[in-house]
């Protein structure tokens, strides 16, 4: 009987355990943060083809990458690394082509997200974020130092 009752102690001991590793080191549910792009020049509704913060250049440009950093940590950075530094997870958004074509890219992936075979690899954020949310990231992601 003790050596049951020992047993059973233990077996709750590493579940609970499991359970602590589980929830208290991972992401879990998390919720989509919101952006605060106050400041930055709006947005017409139709989806700009290109950064239209990095076409503007100056202050916008500069104000768009402070922003992008905060909506970056809060909504990409569990899943593509701190200071856009991928882990492995997620592609390095630090290598995304350049210009046009790199925006084009980008944004159809954060609007419409990713899934294979039914299964959601990056939600889609067309629905929580702004496009100037979306081009301020995007601001910030691609004025990152590039991996030698």
Same mark, same amino acid.
């Given at each position: 009987?003790?050596?049951?009752?020992?047993?059973?102690?233990? #077996?709750?001991? /590493?579940?609970?355990?499991? %359970?602590? /590793? @589980? %929830?208290?080191?991972?992401?879990?549910? &998390?919720?989509?943060?919101? /952006?605060?792009?106050? #400041?930055?020049?709006?947005?017409?509704?139709?989806?700009?083809?290109? =950064? +239209?913060?990095? /076409? $503007? *250049? #100056?202050?916008?440009?500069?104000?768009?990458?402070? &922003?992008?950093?905060? *909506?970056?940590?809060? =909504?990409?950075?569990?899943?593509?690394?701190?200071? &856009?530094?991928?882990?492995?997870?997620? +592609?390095?958004?630090?290598?995304?082509?350049?210009?046009?074509? *790199?925006?084009?890219?980008? $944004?159809?992936? &954060?609007? @419409?997200?990713?899934?294979? =075979? #039914?299964?959601? @690899? $990056?939600? +889609?954020?067309?629905?929580?974020?702004?496009?100037?949310? $979306?081009?301020?990231?995007?601001?910030?992601?691609? %004025?990152?130092?590039?991996?030698?």
């Amino acid at each position: 009987m003790k050596k049951r009752l020992l047993i059973a102690t233990a #077996g709750l001991i /590493v579940l609970s355990q499991l %359970t602590l /590793v @589980k %929830t208290g080191f991972s992401h879990g549910d &998390v919720q989509p943060q919101a /952006v605060d792009t106050e #400041g930055l020049t709006a947005l017409p509704e139709e989806i700009a083809l290109e =950064n +239209p913060y990095r /076409v $503007m *250049g #100056g202050e916008q440009y500069e104000l768009a990458q402070k &922003v992008g950093a905060s *909506g970056y940590s809060g =909504n990409c950075a569990r899943c593509h690394g701190l200071q &856009v530094i991928s882990g492995g997870v997620a +592609p390095d958004l630090r290598l995304l082509e350049d210009g046009e074509f *790199g925006d084009e890219w980008f $944004m159809q992936r &954060v609007r @419409k997200g990713y899934s294979q =075979n #039914g299964a959601y @690899k $990056m939600p +889609p954020f067309e629905d929580l974020l702004s496009q100037e949310a $979306m081009w301020a990231i995007r601001s910030y992601t691609e %004025t990152r130092p590039r991996p030698e």
